[in-house]
């Protein structure tokens, strides 16, 4: 695979990848925790990659201040992005911190940082385990 400039990419390119990538660590973590029955999976990851979800765990790492700088600009970056499509079940304020969510996955990934990518879905898993992401 060829080498992308993540840099030169906008909020939109990186959300795209950073989609794919936070929809498979979720899988994963969800398929590590014996479910295997397809109705539950699929129930059980809305806690993760809903828009809602997105914009829940965002307030989180906002409290928390888990985010660096950087990944803080990668995060505006997404959701400051221009969208031509409209948020489906959501407001538009959630619909964009989830594109930014998404697109600092993007960044991470593009950028090679797998163990950041781990440990802020480490992070992520623990917040909605305990419960603290759906009483938001």
Request: glycine share 4%.
């Amino acid at each position: 695979m060829q080498n992308l400039n993540y840099e030169q990419l906008n909020g939109l390119a990186l959300a795209y990848i950073g989609d794919a990538i936070y929809e498979i660590q979720v899988r994963q973590y969800l398929l590590s925790t014996g479910l295997t029955k397809v109705n539950d999976l699929q129930r059980h990851s809305k806690q993760f990659v809903s828009a809602k979800a997105h914009a829940k765990i965002f307030k989180c790492m906002t409290e928390d201040h888990v985010l660096t700088d950087d990944e803080l600009n990668y995060f505006k970056r997404g959701r400051n992005a221009k969208s031509h499509t409209k948020a489906k079940n959501t407001d538009v304020v959630t619909y964009r911190i989830s594109t930014g969510i998404e697109a600092l996955f993007g960044y991470l990934y593009l950028s090679k940082q797998q163990d950041r990518i781990t440990e802020l879905m480490t992070w992520i898993f623990k917040q909605v385990s305990s419960e603290r992401v759906n009483h938001i």
